[in-house]
């Protein structure tokens, strides 16, 4: 029984200050983020969608909003989609620039492999599979949405593919309102899918 789980990463979120938002309450999506949501769902929309699920935070809720409707079916919330934790919530955190040109903050960056300044990667990729697995069980035999973020997707992708946890951030594939779509024959992962319905974004863009 084939089963495909989408992974979708919110639309942009209206963050003018430019700074690492993370789990902060009151991130909402910006004017375009709302239209990418909607091109979201217009793609969907002939799918056979049976299940909705999204992250608590704010952006992922209203990313989710126009699929559920259109399929006119209830969102479910699960905890484990949820950002990344990270040591430098509410900071600007370029580089060259904002917390990382001060000496006090050089300690969270020793480990980049666990990584040190946040959630360990590993934790991650288990909550999130735990949170596909749920919404694959509960649309068995037809299609789950799981709206979710960046690192989190990416983070569990590499886990699925074998590949290791520790990455350059510049270099992943997840655009804002992109789709990461995990194919089950049953409860085995047979195939990744990766499409970009509202348009490729670079993952240096605010909004992630």
């Given at each position: ?6 992974l979708l990463r919110h639309g942009e979120v209206h963050n003018p200050t430019g700074v690492l938002y993370g789990r ?143 990455h350059d951030p510049r270099r992943r594939e997840c655009s804002l309102a992109s789709l990461t779509s995990l194919v089950f024959e049953g409860e085995e992962l047979v195939r990744v899918v990766y499409t970009e ?12």
């Open positions: 029984m084939k089963t495909v789980v989408h902060l309450p009151g991130y909402k999506l910006s004017e375009r983020g709302q239209k990418q949501a909607l091109v979201v769902a217009e793609h969907l929309a002939d799918h056979d969608i049976a299940h909705v699920v999204a992250s608590p935070l704010d952006r992922a809720q209203q990313t989710a909003a126009p699929i559920v409707d259109s399929h006119r079916l209830d969102l479910a919330t699960d905890n484990r989609l949820i950002e990344a934790g990270n040591k430098f919530e509410g900071l600007k955190v370029a580089v060259g620039d904002g917390a990382l040109r001060s000496p006090k903050h050089w300690p969270k960056l020793v480990n980049p492999f666990k990584p040190s300044w946040g959630e360990p990667y590993l934790e991650i990729a288990h909550r999130m599979l735990g949170a596909v697995q749920r919404a694959r069980a509960a649309a068995e035999g037809h299609e789950a949405v799981c709206v979710s973020h960046q690192l989190p997707i990416w983070t569990l992708r590499r886990f699925l593919e074998g590949k290791r946890m520790w319905p509202a348009g490729a974004t670079s993952p240096r863009v605010t909004g992630a």
